[in-house]
């Protein structure tokens, strides 16, 4: 592209490089699920198949000279991640309702005043003024 | 686009394909891109619901995602990786041989792509109906006999939804392949206009894309 600057053209051996890259996590990846990293499986996992991804996005389709775009895919990635992350936030703070997960309701506040109403933050009476 | 504008806009860089509301080429260029890009962020979004999904069930079934992934052939899955990440590379390919006006090459690239695409097809129909013979189907159409952990037709609920969504967008991209395959052999393309090739190359990467995470999440579960 001789009239546009802004157009670079990668070359045959840059992707071949790319390729090789790619197919050599390939088996790095399946080598990877035959070994026990424990809880970590899923997460060497998907590190490998980043890193793959982000040959794949960076040589081709171009956004390593291509910011513009990228920043456009990377708020796509963001928000994907929100989705994820929130959902498991979700997920793992939730108890399955057993009667035995059941806390006992509580009866009273310690040093506070017998069959009165208190106010939950403080644990202290109804009307009693706060403290300075 | 009319053939009429080509003789006028000649000699100011621009070609007969250049659209009325564009200014000059790099613009046109830029927007198809920019259009591009903005759908693929819908498509990481589209599947990203079903992995979102795949990560709740897989962490709260963690015994029956295991046997289940047992089902799944390994090498068959290698194979459809390997033969994906080649196709990706004669796409990418394919766009360069356009940017620097080689015709032929360009040719060659996109009909080696369509046959990667159609080798990906036919491993997983091989897959498939593997599948379906031994009744691992999802949800209640699950009708496999002798397992030991219950719950394995999640599992397949997924992977037929995953590998099935991924699949149309490949029949879809191959599609889109055959459409510029025909636009090239008409000679359309050149340094000068190549747009097509590189959004549809765009879209055939992000179908790769999705495989490399498909991949290890469905086959490679240790």
Redesign the interface.
């Given at each position: 592209m001789s009239h546009s600057a802004e157009h670079h053209v990668t070359g045959p051996k840059t992707y071949a490089a790319v390729l090789g890259g790619l197919l050599l996590l390939t088996i790095i990846t399946v080598y990877a699920s035959y070994l026990d990293f424990g809880s970590m499986n899923t997460v060497v996992a998907l590190l490998i198949a980043s890193m793959k991804g982000a040959l794949v996005a960076l040589f081709f389709m171009h956004l390593r000279h291509d910011k513009f775009n990228a920043v456009i895919f990377l708020m796509g990635l963001l928000f994907l991640a929100i989705f994820l992350i929130w959902t498991l936030f979700d997920i793992n703070t939730r108890v399955t309702v057993l009667p035995t997960n059941l806390k006992a309701p509580v009866q009273a506040f310690p040093g506070a005043p017998l069959n009165k109403p208190v106010r939950p933050s403080t644990g202290q009476p109804v009307g009693t003024p706060h403290a300075q | 686009m009319t053939t009429a504008t080509h003789t006028g806009h000649a000699g100011d860089?621009n070609s007969k394909f250049l659209q009325h509301h564009f200014r000059e080429?790099?613009q046109q260029f830029e927007a198809a891109?920019?259009g591009m890009?903005?759908f693929?962020?819908?498509e990481?979004?589209l599947f990203?619901?079903l992995?979102?999904g795949y990560?709740?069930m897989?962490?709260?079934h963690p015994e029956a995602f295991m046997a289940a992934h047992h089902h799944l052939d390994?090498v068959m899955g290698?194979v459809n990786?390997?033969v994906l990440?080649?196709s990706?590379?004669t796409?990418?390919?394919a766009v360069?041989a356009a940017?620097?006006s080689r015709r032929t090459l360009c040719i060659l690239f996109l009909i080696l792509t369509l046959l990667c695409a159609g080798v990906f097809l036919v491993v997983k129909y091989f897959e498939y109906s593997h599948k379906f013979h031994d009744g691992l189907l999802p949800g209640k159409y699950y009708t496999h006999q002798g397992d030991t952990v219950p719950g394995q037709f999640m599992f397949f609920s997924f992977y037929f939804m995953m590998t099935g969504l991924h699949g149309i967008h490949v029949l879809i991209g191959m599609i889109a392949i055959l459409w510029i395959l025909v636009r090239a052999i008409r000679g359309d393309f050149s340094?000068?206009y190549y747009s097509p090739v590189d959004i549809t190359?765009?879209y055939w990467?992000?179908v790769?894309?999705i495989w490399?995470?498909v991949?290890?999440?469905m086959y490679?579960?240790?």
């Open positions: - | 860089g080429m790099g891109k920019l890009w903005l693929l962020v819908t990481v979004l990203g619901g992995f979102v990560g709740i897989h962490a709260r390994k290698a990786t390997v990440l080649i990706s590379f796409m990418v390919l360069w940017q620097t340094s000068q190359g765009l990467h992000l790769d894309l490399i995470y991949f290890p999440l490679l579960i240790s």
